[in-house]
């Protein structure tokens, strides 16, 4: 299947790409609202909640903004290496796993957003200071 014809083939098969999908694929978390897929050889990640996606992509902008530093960007909407990416996101999200019950074993994304805004509000008031930190200390790339 050549790129064009892929494309055209993902933009019918779903409207909710998973913001996360790179972390799920390379089984660095799971999410209960999250649907694997095929596409000829490539296998993509959809979401089932248009909430969960919501607040997953506000997460995934928040993370990317209070990474840039540390990744040394400076401008936000460039895109990420893989690499930088799979840190941002893996890293992120185990570094928040952490704050809230001291293991980084993400089980289920949408869960663990359920159980930091309990704790700390509104995503905005989440401290990504300490997950960034955190995200070095848990995230190993290969």
Do not use: W
Not at 29 to 45: G, H, L
């Amino acid at each position: 299947m050549d790129e064009t014809a892929f494309r055209q083939r993902l933009a019918e098969l779903h409207e909710r790409s998973c913001p996360f999908a790179k972390s799920i694929l390379t089984r660095c978390a799971a999410c209960s609202n999250s649907t694997k897929r095929n596409i000829a050889e490539r296998e993509i990640v959809t979401c089932a909640s248009a909430d969960a996606h919501a607040r997953c992509v506000a997460l995934k902008d928040l993370l990317r903004h209070n990474f840039a530093f540390a990744l040394g960007k400076l401008h936000v909407e460039d895109p990420l290496p893989h690499a930088q990416e799979m840190r941002m996101q893996c890293g992120g999200i185990k570094g928040l796993q952490v704050l809230i019950d001291e293991s980084d074993e993400v089980g289920d994304i949408d869960g663990l957003l359920e159980a930091a805004k309990q704790k700390f509000g509104e995503l905005e008031d989440f401290p990504y200071s300490q997950i960034i930190r955190l995200a070095k200390e848990h995230y190993k790339g290969r």
